[in-house]
């Protein structure tokens, strides 16, 4: 196959990387710039655009949106851009003062637009009482992780596809196809991760780093507590981390989870002190940049899938439950140690 035939007929197949590398510079450029501020709508946007968009994530993966410093590179690549897509509800804050200092005028997209907002106070429903000790007040009370209930994530690819729409109208038909096909995926892990949640008991709880999983507790299952609170600004205070050794004391807590993009050294000294077992790390607020989470289907996935390898069949032998220090607990477990 020429260049000459691609320069005049891009065909849909040709998504790889060395078929764009083989296209003519006049044509590569032609691609609609897409700014995100995370990994994960850098996945979503890369899904929904196809071969008609290239997309720049200005927190890489693995990073930690909540508390990232913007570049000088980042304002040019904000300055061309011809779409800028970020989460909003103060998830990361730095990208609109980033917007307004660096005159973006062309079209923006927030991704949350629309969801069915989950307040930091709804997750007392779900079992997390320890949160008055860590009410954060540079954010709202609206908890910004939404991506992590694929329903709710199902308005991101809509607000996704207008704004490229927006952006890029001659390739209108493209963005609806791709958005709805991957809203079939969506459709379809969705599915796979109710199942394996619904074979762990209600009453379970787990900690993680912050409060990164409302939204997946909400839809799915699964309480989940931290030692701090919606973001990761702060670092716990000893009276949030005593009392929420005390709620372990009393609720029904079977693992610790690292995430991704938090520091580990917390959930490690809590596993030190609970005895409780680290059961594996949750990607919760950035993809990584290699293997089954470096997309957002994949990571959720894996979650559900890690998850369940750690909770579902209560009562019996985790693999890897003697390798962790429980006759140092000071608290009764004794309904978990059959
Ligand atoms: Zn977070």
Redesign the pocket.
């Known amino acids: 196959m020429s260049l000459a035939y691609l320069s005049y007929r891009p065909s849909r197949w040709l998504v790889g990387v060395s078929a764009l590398l083989a296209l003519p510079a006049a044509i590569a450029d032609e691609r609609v710039q897409v700014v995100t501020s995370f990994s994960i709508l850098a996945d979503m946007v890369e899904n929904v655009g196809g071969e008609h968009v290239e997309v720049t994530s200005l927190v890489a993966a693995d990073g930690d949106a909540?508390v990232y410093s913007p570049s000088p590179g980042d304002a040019r690549s904000l300055a061309n851009a011809d779409l800028v897509v970020f989460n909003g509800l103060l998830f990361e804050g730095w990208m609109e003062r980033l917007i307004s200092a660096s005159d973006y005028s062309g079209a923006l997209v927030t991704a949350t637009d629309g969801i069915e907002l989950l307040s930091f106070a709804a997750h007392d429903e779900h079992g997390h009482d320890d949160h008055e000790d860590h009410a954060d007040h540079d954010h709202g009370n609206e908890d910004p992780?939404a991506w992590q209930d694929m329903q709710q994530a199902e308005v991101y690819i809509a607000n996704i596809r207008d704004g490229l729409i927006t952006a890029d109208a001659d390739n209108a038909d493209a963005y609806r196809a791709n958005a709805e096909q991957y809203l079939q995926e969506m459709a379809t892990a969705d599915a796979e991760i109710r199942a394996l949640i619904d074979e762990i008991p209600a009453s379970t709880s787990v900690i993680t780093g912050?409060d990164?999983f409302g939204y997946f507790s909400s839809a799915y299952g699964v309480n989940f507590l931290s030692p701090v609170g919606?973001?990761?600004e702060a670092d716990p205070s000893g009276a949030s981390m005593a009392a929420l050794v005390d709620v372990i004391a009393q609720e029904n807590v079977q693992a610790l989870f690292h995430e991704n993009m938090t520091n580990q050294s917390i959930i490690t000294q809590l596993a030190e002190e609970t005895g409780l077992p680290i059961a594996g790390t949750l990607y919760?607020?950035a993809l990584t940049a290699e293997g089954e989470a470096s997309t957002y289907l994949g990571m959720m996935r894996h979650n559900a899938r890690v998850l369940h390898e750690a909770l579902a069949k209560p009562g019996h032998e985790k693999p890897g439950h003697d390798d962790h220090q429980r006759d140092h607990d000071d608290h009764d477990h004794s309904e978990h140690n059959h």
Request: no cysteine; aromatic share 0%.
């Open positions: 909540h992780h912050h990164s919606l973001s990761t919760a607020d």
